[in-house]
């Protein structure tokens, strides 16, 4: 499969603890972005990455939220202090460099309790 | 600046159709169309770039309306494989190609 790899798929934490989530994208697309959705919702953008620069993060990405991009291949998401509002659907999407369309992972459903 | 749809839901008995509408209260200069079944990912469906564009994809087929600020996407003789929530998208501006997702439309197709 050359999809869009998130893992895990599913993270149940305890409220204040630290989570990381991790992307990998189609291997030759160097646009990288980590969307999060709440039931009901579509997707809200958080973050971009154009190869291993991190060039826009929304007002949501709180300071506890970080992204990364290493090398510009993977990309992860930790998330620090983890609260009740940080339940959600954590999306990673790329694109290549030449077109628009995204093409998304399955997913990661974290669930703070 | 998230574009709104309507309906919010629609249920369909198979072959019948439906249209799903896409309205920006600020300048579209693009739309992506996705579907998202529950627990997956969403998957691209088209992207319609110039006013009075129309694109089709299988029996789903998209218009883009530039002056008035919309799309539409219509479904025909619809499947139960088209059950899912269809999302709008509008390009938020900028290099970064990111997408301000519209309010969402559940469609459920029944036998």
């Known amino acids: 499969d050359t999809g869009v790899s998130q893992n895990p798929r599913h993270k149940i934490t305890k409220r204040g603890q630290n989570v990381t989530f991790r992307c990998d994208p189609i291997?030759?697309?160097?646009?990288l972005y980590w969307y999060r959705q709440t039931l009901g919702q579509g997707p809200e953008f958080l973050t971009y990455?154009?190869?291993?620069?991190?060039?826009?993060k929304s007002r949501l990405l709180s300071d506890r939220f970080s992204a990364e991009r290493p090398k510009g291949s993977f990309s992860t998401l930790e998330i620090q202090r983890t609260e009740q509002g940080d339940s959600a659907m954590y999306l990673c999407?790329?694109?290549?460099?030449?077109?628009?369309?995204?093409?998304f992972g399955q997913g990661t459903r974290l669930t703070v309790v | 600046q998230q574009p709104v749809q309507s309906p919010q839901a629609v249920i369909l008995r198979e072959g019948e159709d439906a249209v799903i509408n896409c309205s920006s209260s600020?300048?579209?200069?693009?739309v992506h169309w996705y579907r998202q079944k529950h627990g997956e990912a969403p998957v691209f469906l088209m992207i319609?770039?110039?006013?009075?564009e129309q694109k089709g994809h299988e029996k789903i087929s998209a218009s883009f309306n530039e002056k008035k600020q919309q799309s539409s996407l219509y479904l025909t003789a619809s499947q139960l494989s088209y059950s899912g929530t269809y999302f709008c998208?509008?390009?938020?501006?900028?290099?970064?190609?990111?997408?301000?997702f519209g309010t969402g439309t559940l469609l459920a197709v029944q036998p």
């Open positions: 600020k300048a579209l200069y693009s």
């Open positions: 291997s030759e697309h160097n646009r």
């Open positions: 319609l770039l110039k006013g009075g």
């Open positions: 990455f154009q190869n291993e620069a991190q060039l826009e």
């Open positions: 999407a790329s694109s290549p460099s030449l077109g628009r369309q995204a093409f």
């Open positions: 998208g509008k390009e938020g501006g900028g290099a970064t190609n990111k997408l301000i």
